[in-house]
């Protein structure tokens, strides 16, 4: 691990003196980064809004662009390629989940240090990526989640329906309550880890759908990670948002059965696979 990741914050009280001439007037430029960062794109019919997604990315703010598409019927993967991504293509539909299953083994196998998801649908406002992955790199958190809900007048006026509203603070309530956490919410799309996460959880043995995200917080949760968030411009159209109220209840229903395991396994009265260590 880079010496300029930190794992813990710094605690040095003893300063006698500091001229602030050197935070106001800087000499040095910058150090530059010297990990490597790795954005991943989990896409499924991304084509219209995939170069929009990267226009937000402040220049330099990652060392890749990994597009791993799950077998869509546009022409994302083209587009990809023409933009210079790096392109991994399912040939068949895994699902939510099997597409990030192979975004991180990716990042595993290619020396990522900081991994950050988001999706490419536009919905999140990718110029916030900096300002998460600095929150890991001063070793403060080790999962950094994108939060869309702040003020409920905000959400709404971003367009969130208000039933993904009420059921994402139902969910995130309970979680919270039920994992020790004080997050503004569990679902977003756009996330921060720390390498040492991606190699200690166990995501091959998640599911390939949607409750993948629920059930990777829940074993960085297991697992001892610092879970943490920052507030994220969110946008709600046709194309940022297509999960039906069929498909987000069963996200939901599974969302507690996550929970309901996580403390069985806790207590000792059925031991689970997901938070069994790899290898
Ligand atoms: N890999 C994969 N991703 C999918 C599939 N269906 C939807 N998605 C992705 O799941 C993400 C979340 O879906 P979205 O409709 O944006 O949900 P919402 O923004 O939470 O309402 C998006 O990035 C979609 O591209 C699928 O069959 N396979
Ligand atoms: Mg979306």
């Not at 219209?48 to 869509?72: H, K, M, N, Q, Y």
């Not at 990716?106 to 536009?122: F, K, N, R, S, T």
């Not at 996580?262 to 938070?275: C, D, E, I, Q, V």
Request: aromatic share 10%.
């Amino acid at each position: 691990m880079p010496s300029s990741l930190l794992t813990e914050p710094p605690l040095n009280p003893i300063h006698e003196s500091f001229p602030v001439e050197r935070i106001l007037k800087p000499t040095d430029s910058p150090p530059k980064r010297s990990h490597k960062v790795i954005a991943v794109l989990p896409a499924y019919n991304a084509a219209t809004t995939l170069a929009a997604t990267l226009a937000g990315f402040p220049p330099g703010c990652v060392d890749e662009v990994l597009l791993v598409d799950d077998c869509s019927k546009d022409n994302t993967v083209q587009l990809a390629r023409d933009m210079g991504l790096t392109v991994i293509v399912h040939d068949k539909n895994k699902g939510y989940g099997g597409n990030q299953k192979t975004c991180y083994k990716y990042c595993l196998d290619h020396g990522a240090d900081v991994v950050v998801m988001i999706h490419p649908d536009y919905q999140y406002d990718s110029r916030v990526i900096p300002h998460a992955v600095g929150i890991i790199e001063l070793g403060i958190c080790d999962v950094v989640l994108g939060n869309r809900v702040r003020s409920r007048a905000e959400t709404m006026k971003c367009g969130m329906p208000w039933w993904k509203y009420v059921s994402n603070r139902g969910l995130t309530a309970f979680e919270n309550l039920m994992l020790g956490q004080n997050l503004g919410e569990f679902h977003s799309g756009f996330r921060v880890y720390r390498r040492q996460v991606l190699e200690t959880i166990p995501f091959e043995r998640n599911s390939d759908d949607f409750v993948f995200d629920t059930q990777f917080l829940v074993q960085a949760i297991h697992f001892g990670f610092r879970l943490g968030d920052v507030p994220v411009p969110v946008r709600y159209f046709d194309e940022a948002s297509q999960i039906n109220f069929r498909r987000s209840t069963k996200y939901g229903l599974q969302t507690l059965k996550t929970v309901g395991q996580y403390w069985l396994n806790r207590l000792g009265l059925r031991k689970s696979m997901l938070f069994k260590p790899k290898g």
